[in-house]
């Protein structure tokens, strides 16, 4: 039972170029979350799914998308890369109305240059 | 939105002692507390959580209060150890969408 599992663990991008950050799990959870964390900012939520077929907006959307490929995975895509991305990225999961106590995965952090 | 406090941001105690954190938040409607720990380079961790029909709960060393009319929670360590140095946050939600204070460093002084 490997929990919530995300790829890359590191990336450089360029401004400007795209990428796609990936999350699973394999606790059968329902919900799943993309968070930034930044230095004194705490963790702020990019996007969530509550389940699978749905996404929405979290406190800081814009610039990125999210796809739920189905019940374990849940990506993040970077269109445009902007130097204000740079982050550590997180992905969650939760098993969702009955429980909101949410498992997060190792984290990505990206660096835009 | 939900909004967040979290106070201090850092805290420095002796081995042994108490390290006591506080937390606010704006929406009464909120009814889940949870408490995050995260080491240096570590994903954050559950740690012990409260939902609003509770006022106190306890596991071991840790404690967190809730003040629903104040809407302020608070997060006990007692008898720290050095592998309580971390930072710690905490979290209020009324759902999904967990809103987060910006984290207390905690240093434990052997």
């Known amino acids: 039972n490997a929990g919530v599992t995300q790829t890359p663990k590191f990336q450089v991008l360029k401004t400007g170029q795209s990428m796609t950050l990936q999350c699973a799990q394999d606790m059968n959870h329902n919900s799943m979350y993309w968070y930034r964390q930044d230095p004194g900012m705490g963790l702020r939520l990019i996007y969530y799914?509550?389940?699978?077929?749905?996404?929405d907006k979290g406190e800081v959307p814009n610039g990125y998308n999210v796809s739920r490929l189905n019940k374990r995975e849940f990506s993040l895509r970077l269109e445009s890369a902007a130097p204000s991305q740079t982050s550590v990225y997180f992905c969650?999961?939760?098993?969702?109305?009955?429980?909101?106590?949410?498992?997060f995965g190792p984290g990505t952090r990206l660096t835009v240059t | 939105g939900e909004n967040v406090e979290q106070h201090p941001s850092t805290l420095s105690v002796q081995e042994g002692d108490s390290a006591v954190i506080k937390c606010t938040y704006s929406d009464s409607a909120s009814n889940y507390f949870p408490w995050y720990k995260q080491e240096l380079g570590k994903r954050p961790q559950l740690i012990i959580d409260?939902?609003?029909?509770?006022g106190e709960k306890k596991d071991q060393r840790i404690a967190v209060t809730l003040n629903k009319t104040a809407k302020h929670f608070s997060l006990h360590i007692t008898e720290t150890q050095p592998e309580d140095s971390a930072v710690y946050f905490c979290?209020?939600?009324?759902?999904?969408?967990?809103?987060f204070g910006a984290g207390t460093t905690v240093t434990v002084r052997a």
């Open positions: 799914s509550a389940s699978e077929g749905t996404t």
């Open positions: 409260i939902r609003s029909n509770v």
């Open positions: 979290a209020a939600s009324m759902g999904y969408k967990l809103s």
């Open positions: 969650a999961s939760s098993v969702g109305q009955s429980s909101y106590e949410q498992y």
